[in-house]
């Protein structure tokens, strides 16, 4: 069964980091761009970055309200990846998905797996 | 950036009912957009892409139509487990946005 598992969660202080991380299983990270969505506490998801592939050398892009802040990173060796969120602030509360995309082509690069999910409280 | 608007934001319906939501984008995105389905909880799931293509598994129930700027998302026959709160996904420039999303009851 392919899954996504993220991990990393948990509450921090406003101007504090933090590094989620996105485990794969039952299929290769490796061949596919892999993203970020975050959705705030009763509300809607908002798109949060983007990596892709080694023969795209892994090149990122980033929402504006992001970008600067937090870095988006791949260990295709462990399947894995991440987001390392620093300068937090507290409308970086979320809830954090990890999205696999389905396809480089853009008329095929919606997300067709997403892991569970994990809480980031920013808070004092 | 492309703005995605879903209307209504939330719709009440019976049983059986026919429902369509819509979703309307702030510039011509041609088919370039994906549907999802989020229960309460959970991480969204796909429904449709393509604007039309159903997702592998999703039932017959669901079709999308729509190009251009406009787009619908039908059920044709309500059910229970359909209750969930649905949204639109653009696909063709970053940074990808997503509508407000709507919220379906069943009466």
């Known amino acids: 069964e392919e899954q996504l598992v993220e991990s990393g969660g948990g509450l921090v202080q406003p101007g504090g980091s933090l590094r989620l991380s996105c485990t794969g299983s039952g299929f290769n990270l490796r061949d596919h761009y892999m993203d970020w969505v975050r959705q705030a506490p009763g509300k809607g998801l908002e798109w949060v970055g983007r990596i892709r592939d080694k023969g795209n050398a892994y090149t990122t892009e980033y929402a504006a309200s992001v970008r600067g802040r937090f870095t988006i990173s791949r260990d295709d060796s462990k399947n894995s990846l991440f987001l390392q969120m620093d300068s937090l602030k507290t409308e970086d509360t979320a809830v954090y998905y990890c999205?696999?995309?389905?396809?480089?082509?853009?008329?095929?690069?919606?997300?067709?797996?997403w892991g569970p999910g994990t809480l980031v409280p920013v808070s004092s | 950036d492309i703005q995605l608007t879903q209307s209504p934001s939330f719709l009440s319906a019976s049983l059986r009912d026919r429902v369509t939501l819509t979703c309307r984008a702030s510039?011509?995105?041609?088919?370039?957009l994906a549907w999802y389905q989020q229960k309460p909880g959970k991480a969204p799931d796909l429904l449709m892409y393509a604007a039309s293509t159903l997702q592998s598994g999703v039932p017959s129930r669901f079709s999308g139509s729509g190009s251009g700027t406009e787009f619908t998302l039908t059920i044709s026959s309500l059910q229970p487990e359909d209750s969930a709160t649905y949204y639109c996904?653009?696909?063709?420039?970053?940074?990808?946005?997503f509508g407000g999303g709507t919220k379906v009851e069943i009466k």
């Open positions: 999205a696999r995309v389905y396809s480089s082509a853009w008329t095929r690069s919606f997300f067709d797996l």
């Open positions: 996904q653009q696909l063709v420039s970053y940074p990808l946005t």
């Open positions: 510039q011509d995105i041609r088919t370039s």
